[in-house]
Protein backbone atom coordinates (compact mmCIF):
# COMPACT_ATOMS: atom_id res chain seq x y z
CA UNK A 1 0.00 0.00 0.00
CA UNK A 2 1.11 3.80 -0.52
CA UNK A 3 1.81 5.62 2.61
CA UNK A 4 1.88 9.13 2.96
CA UNK A 5 3.78 11.52 5.10
CA UNK A 6 3.55 15.04 5.61
CA UNK A 7 6.00 17.66 7.40
CA UNK A 8 6.00 19.22 9.22
CA UNK A 9 2.94 17.90 11.86
CA UNK A 10 2.26 21.65 12.86
CA UNK A 11 3.57 25.07 12.70
CA UNK A 12 3.07 28.84 13.62
CA UNK A 13 3.71 31.11 11.16
CA UNK A 14 3.27 35.30 11.44
CA UNK A 15 0.80 37.43 9.46
CA UNK A 16 2.41 37.65 6.19
CA UNK A 17 4.87 34.98 6.48
CA UNK A 18 5.78 32.21 3.54
CA UNK A 19 4.51 28.90 4.51
CA UNK A 20 5.69 25.51 3.23
CA UNK A 21 4.12 22.04 3.67
CA UNK A 22 5.66 19.24 2.37
CA UNK A 23 4.18 15.81 1.60
CA UNK A 24 6.22 12.80 0.86
CA UNK A 25 4.84 9.00 -1.14
CA UNK A 26 6.34 5.91 -0.38
CA UNK A 27 5.96 5.66 -4.16
CA UNK A 28 5.16 7.24 -7.63
CA UNK A 29 1.95 9.16 -7.90
CA UNK A 30 1.97 10.14 -11.39
CA UNK A 31 0.98 13.22 -10.01
CA UNK A 32 -2.54 12.39 -8.75
CA UNK A 33 -1.81 14.75 -5.58
CA UNK A 34 -4.38 16.85 -4.18
CA UNK A 35 -4.45 19.20 -1.31
CA UNK A 36 -7.53 20.08 1.03
CA UNK A 37 -7.69 22.91 3.74
CA UNK A 38 -9.78 22.21 6.94
CA UNK A 39 -10.66 24.75 9.34
CA UNK A 40 -11.95 24.15 13.00
CA UNK A 41 -15.10 22.36 12.60
CA UNK A 42 -15.55 22.43 9.11
CA UNK A 43 -15.54 19.77 6.63
CA UNK A 44 -12.36 20.09 4.07
CA UNK A 45 -11.70 21.81 1.07
CA UNK A 46 -9.99 21.09 -2.19
CA UNK A 47 -7.51 23.27 -3.04
CA UNK A 48 -4.84 22.12 -5.40
CA UNK A 49 -5.53 19.39 -7.99
CA UNK A 50 -3.19 17.16 -10.30
CA UNK A 51 -0.07 18.45 -7.75
CA UNK A 52 -0.29 22.25 -8.56
CA UNK A 53 -3.69 23.03 -10.51
CA UNK A 54 -5.33 25.94 -8.48
CA UNK A 55 -9.23 25.24 -7.77
CA UNK A 56 -11.53 27.41 -8.66
CA UNK A 57 -12.40 30.29 -6.35
CA UNK A 58 -9.05 29.72 -4.33
CA UNK A 59 -7.19 32.54 -3.51
CA UNK A 60 -3.67 32.40 -6.01
CA UNK A 61 -1.90 32.90 -2.37
CA UNK A 62 -1.79 28.83 -2.45
CA UNK A 63 0.14 26.82 -4.66
CA UNK A 64 1.56 23.36 -5.34
CA UNK A 65 4.44 22.07 -6.82
CA UNK A 66 6.22 18.99 -7.32
CA UNK A 67 6.06 15.22 -8.92
CA UNK A 68 6.43 11.86 -8.70
CA UNK A 69 6.67 11.28 -4.45
CA UNK A 70 7.30 15.16 -3.29
CA UNK A 71 5.39 17.74 -3.44
CA UNK A 72 4.75 21.43 -1.61
CA UNK A 73 2.28 22.74 -1.00
CA UNK A 74 3.06 26.72 -0.62
CA UNK A 75 1.29 29.64 0.97
CA UNK A 76 3.21 32.65 -0.21
CA UNK A 77 1.61 35.31 2.60
CA UNK A 78 -0.27 33.82 5.61
CA UNK A 79 -3.50 35.18 6.11
CA UNK A 80 -5.43 34.58 9.41
CA UNK A 81 -7.92 32.90 6.94
CA UNK A 82 -5.43 30.30 6.71
CA UNK A 83 -5.04 28.94 10.04
CA UNK A 84 -6.51 25.33 9.65
CA UNK A 85 -5.01 21.73 8.75
CA UNK A 86 -3.62 21.13 5.37
CA UNK A 87 -3.88 17.38 4.35
CA UNK A 88 -2.13 16.10 1.23
CA UNK A 89 -4.00 12.86 -0.21
CA UNK A 90 -3.13 10.71 -3.30
CA UNK A 91 -5.68 8.26 -5.61
CA UNK A 92 -3.81 5.17 -6.93
CA UNK A 93 -5.70 3.51 -9.90
CA UNK A 94 -5.72 -0.59 -10.18
CA UNK A 95 -6.00 -1.01 -6.99
CA UNK A 96 -8.46 1.90 -6.54
CA UNK A 97 -7.44 2.98 -3.45
CA UNK A 98 -7.35 6.57 -1.78
CA UNK A 99 -4.88 8.16 1.00
CA UNK A 100 -4.41 10.88 3.10
CA UNK A 101 -1.53 12.14 4.17
CA UNK A 102 -1.76 12.92 8.10
CA UNK A 103 -1.79 16.25 8.24
CA UNK A 104 0.01 19.96 9.08
CA UNK A 105 -1.47 22.11 11.45
CA UNK A 106 -0.54 25.75 10.64
CA UNK A 107 -1.46 28.67 13.35
CA UNK A 108 -0.31 32.01 13.78
CA UNK A 109 2.34 32.90 16.01
CA UNK B 1 -24.09 22.19 -6.22
CA UNK B 2 -23.51 20.52 -3.02
CA UNK B 3 -23.89 17.65 -0.74
CA UNK B 4 -26.39 17.78 2.33
CA UNK B 5 -25.86 14.94 4.73
CA UNK B 6 -28.36 14.06 7.75
CA UNK B 7 -28.20 14.65 10.95
CA UNK B 8 -25.93 13.51 14.20
CA UNK B 9 -26.91 10.02 15.27
CA UNK B 10 -26.11 8.85 18.90
CA UNK B 11 -26.37 4.40 19.14
CA UNK B 12 -25.54 1.78 21.62
CA UNK B 13 -23.15 -0.88 20.19
CA UNK B 14 -24.77 -3.77 18.22
CA UNK B 15 -27.44 -1.02 16.28
CA UNK B 16 -27.67 -0.71 12.87
CA UNK B 17 -27.64 2.60 11.06
CA UNK B 18 -28.26 4.44 8.14
CA UNK B 19 -26.77 8.02 6.84
CA UNK B 20 -27.71 9.34 4.18
CA UNK B 21 -26.03 12.24 1.72
CA UNK B 22 -28.60 14.09 -0.51
CA UNK B 23 -26.98 15.32 -3.57
CA UNK B 24 -28.15 18.76 -5.72
CA UNK B 25 -27.43 20.76 -8.80
CA UNK B 26 -25.05 18.62 -11.32
CA UNK B 27 -25.91 14.89 -12.85
CA UNK B 28 -25.78 12.68 -10.29
CA UNK B 29 -25.50 9.50 -11.81
CA UNK B 30 -22.57 10.79 -13.75
CA UNK B 31 -19.69 11.64 -10.84
CA UNK B 32 -18.64 8.75 -8.29
CA UNK B 33 -19.85 9.91 -4.56
CA UNK B 34 -17.40 8.54 -1.79
CA UNK B 35 -17.43 8.59 2.22
CA UNK B 36 -14.56 9.69 4.20
CA UNK B 37 -14.17 9.03 7.92
CA UNK B 38 -12.56 11.48 10.22
CA UNK B 39 -12.19 10.48 13.71
CA UNK B 40 -11.76 12.63 16.94
CA UNK B 41 -9.10 14.89 16.60
CA UNK B 42 -7.01 12.63 13.88
CA UNK B 43 -6.82 12.48 10.08
CA UNK B 44 -9.07 11.27 7.14
CA UNK B 45 -9.68 8.04 6.15
CA UNK B 46 -11.66 6.91 2.52
CA UNK B 47 -13.92 4.53 2.93
CA UNK B 48 -15.31 3.54 -0.22
CA UNK B 49 -16.94 4.76 -3.27
CA UNK B 50 -20.22 4.30 -5.53
CA UNK B 51 -21.16 5.11 -9.03
CA UNK B 52 -24.96 5.41 -8.96
CA UNK B 53 -25.15 5.38 -12.83
CA UNK B 54 -24.45 1.80 -12.84
CA UNK B 55 -23.98 0.83 -9.04
CA UNK B 56 -20.40 0.02 -9.36
CA UNK B 57 -18.95 -0.21 -5.62
CA UNK B 58 -14.88 0.30 -4.89
CA UNK B 59 -13.83 -0.39 -1.44
CA UNK B 60 -10.80 0.35 0.94
CA UNK B 61 -9.84 -3.25 2.21
CA UNK B 62 -9.94 -1.92 5.81
CA UNK B 63 -13.32 -1.33 5.40
CA UNK B 64 -15.00 -4.14 2.90
CA UNK B 65 -17.70 -5.97 5.13
CA UNK B 66 -17.57 -3.17 7.74
CA UNK B 67 -19.79 -1.10 5.89
CA UNK B 68 -22.21 -0.72 2.81
CA UNK B 69 -22.59 2.01 0.04
CA UNK B 70 -25.64 2.38 -1.50
CA UNK B 71 -27.53 4.96 -4.06
CA UNK B 72 -30.32 5.87 -5.16
CA UNK B 73 -30.80 7.68 -8.42
CA UNK B 74 -34.94 8.75 -8.02
CA UNK B 75 -33.69 10.35 -5.20
CA UNK B 76 -30.30 11.49 -5.94
CA UNK B 77 -29.10 9.62 -2.66
CA UNK B 78 -26.30 7.58 -1.08
CA UNK B 79 -26.51 5.87 1.63
CA UNK B 80 -23.61 4.48 4.71
CA UNK B 81 -25.14 1.59 6.46
CA UNK B 82 -23.84 -0.18 9.22
CA UNK B 83 -25.22 -3.77 10.71
CA UNK B 84 -23.97 -4.09 14.15
CA UNK B 85 -22.24 -0.85 15.19
CA UNK B 86 -19.10 -0.56 17.19
CA UNK B 87 -17.42 2.16 19.76
CA UNK B 88 -15.11 2.29 17.34
CA UNK B 89 -17.09 3.84 14.60
CA UNK B 90 -17.07 7.12 16.57
CA UNK B 91 -16.32 9.72 14.24
CA UNK B 92 -17.39 12.38 11.95
CA UNK B 93 -18.41 10.87 8.42
CA UNK B 94 -18.02 13.13 4.96
CA UNK B 95 -19.37 11.98 1.50
CA UNK B 96 -17.64 13.19 -1.24
CA UNK B 97 -17.92 13.59 -4.68
CA UNK B 98 -14.87 12.39 -6.62
CA UNK B 99 -14.08 14.38 -9.81
CA UNK B 100 -11.21 12.05 -11.56
CA UNK B 101 -8.64 11.88 -8.60
CA UNK B 102 -9.62 14.48 -6.40
CA UNK B 103 -12.72 15.67 -4.09
CA UNK B 104 -14.12 18.56 -5.32
CA UNK B 105 -17.54 18.84 -3.14
CA UNK B 106 -17.74 17.51 0.04
CA UNK B 107 -21.10 17.37 2.29
CA UNK B 108 -20.99 19.31 6.02
CA UNK B 109 -20.70 16.32 7.74
CA UNK B 110 -22.61 14.06 9.82
CA UNK B 111 -21.02 12.37 13.19
CA UNK B 112 -21.54 9.36 14.53
CA UNK B 113 -21.53 8.51 18.39
CA UNK B 114 -21.76 4.74 19.57
CA UNK B 115 -21.89 4.25 22.96
CA UNK B 116 -23.75 2.38 25.48
Known amino acids: DIQMTQSPASLSASVGDRVTITCRAS??????LNWYQQKPGKAPQLLIYDASKLETGVPSRFSGSGSGTDFTLTISSLQPEDVATYFCQHYHYYPHTVTFGPGTKVDLK | VQLVQSGAEVKKPGESLRISCQASGYDFSKYWLGWVRQMPDTGLEWLMMIYPGDSETRYSPSFQGQVTVSADKSSTTAYLQWGSLKASDTAMYYCVRSRRDSFDIWGQGTMVTVSS
Open chain 1, 27 to 32: QDTLNF
